[in-house]
Structures are given as structure tokens and as C-alpha cells.
């Protein structure tokens, strides 16, 4: 199998075990390096080590009741032990009841270790809803 694949495999993994509301299914997928980094989309959403990252994945688990994500788009390039890659997830949940729905913008570094590809680095944002197709920056309030 070619690495390209076995990455977008862990990818999978990720968005599963996401689904399912497993935190260690999560946390499994990666390294446990000190230097580990995970950033989501709310202003206090930066996590250094396994251990902020777990405490993040819980607090999103609680917060939410039911949760679905597909993938629109990826791209994976991988170079040695080290792969990178970029995708488009849609997120579908229910809040306090509520269903929500956005699209949201991943970033993620690998390392194969152990034969394994686990996330040293993950990044997911939401583009601004207030910035229209062509605008290189929100600039609503400026009109």
C-alpha cells in the first residue's frame, strides 16, 4: 500500500473514532511526543501534549450530543517518515437539541512511527462566513 493511502487511512481512523465519540480511538492516532500540538476552531482551542488534547476531545464530546463529519476534498504528500496534508470536513451535530451544520478546513503533519502514521500536528478553522468568494480578507465592516 502506498504511503499516500496509509496516511489518508489514519485520516479515516480520525473522523470514525471522531464520530463515535472515542477519545482514546482518538488519542491513539497520535504521537505521544511532548511537542504534539492540536488547534480547533474556538479561541481557546490550542493543545500542547496528549493530555490538553484529550481534556479538548472530551470537552467537544460533552458539548455535543450526536456528531457526523464527511470528507469533501484532501490532499496528502508524503516525503520519508515525514507526510502533510490538507482537507475539507463537514461537520454535522446536534447542540442542545439543535442540529448545526459548517464546513470546516484541516491541517495535519504526520510521522511514521513504528510503522504507524500518527498526527504530530493537526490544525482545523472555520473560513469567516462574513468573507464573500474572491475577497482575500473579511472585509464586511469596511462597507
Known amino acids: ?30 504521537s505521544n511526543k511532548p511537542g504534539v500540538v492540536f488547534i480547533g476552531t474556538g479561541s481557546d482551542e490550542k493543545c500542547l501534549g496528549l493530555n490538553t488534547l484529550k481534556n479538548q476531545f472530551e470537552r467537544d464530546f460533552v458539548q455535543s450530543e450526536k456528531v457526523h ?19 475539507e ?6 447542540i442542545k437539541g439543535k442540529s448545526k451544520e459548517f464546513l470546516t478546513r ?21 473560513p469567516p462566513s462574513e468573507q464573500k468568494a474572491g475577497e482575500s480578507f473579511p ?4 462597507y
Open 1 to 30: 500500500m502506498k504511503p499516500e493511502t496509509k496516511v489518508k487511512s489514519t485520516l479515516d481512523h480520525f473522523m470514525k473514532a471522531y464520530e463515535k465519540k472515542d477519545v482514546n480511538g482518538i488519542i491513539s492516532l497520535f
Open 69 to 87: 463529519v464527511s470528507q469533501k476534498w484532501e490532499t496528502v504528500s508524503v516525503l520519508g517518515q515525514v507526510a502533510w496534508l490538507a482537507a
Open 89 to 94: 470536513v463537514d461537520f454535522k451535530t446536534k
Open 106 to 126: 484541516l491541517s495535519a503533519v504526520l510521522e511514521n512511527q513504528d510503522e504507524q502514521w500518527r498526527f504530530i500536528h493537526m490544525h482545523i478553522s472555520l
Open 139 to 142: 472585509t464586511c465592516d469596511l
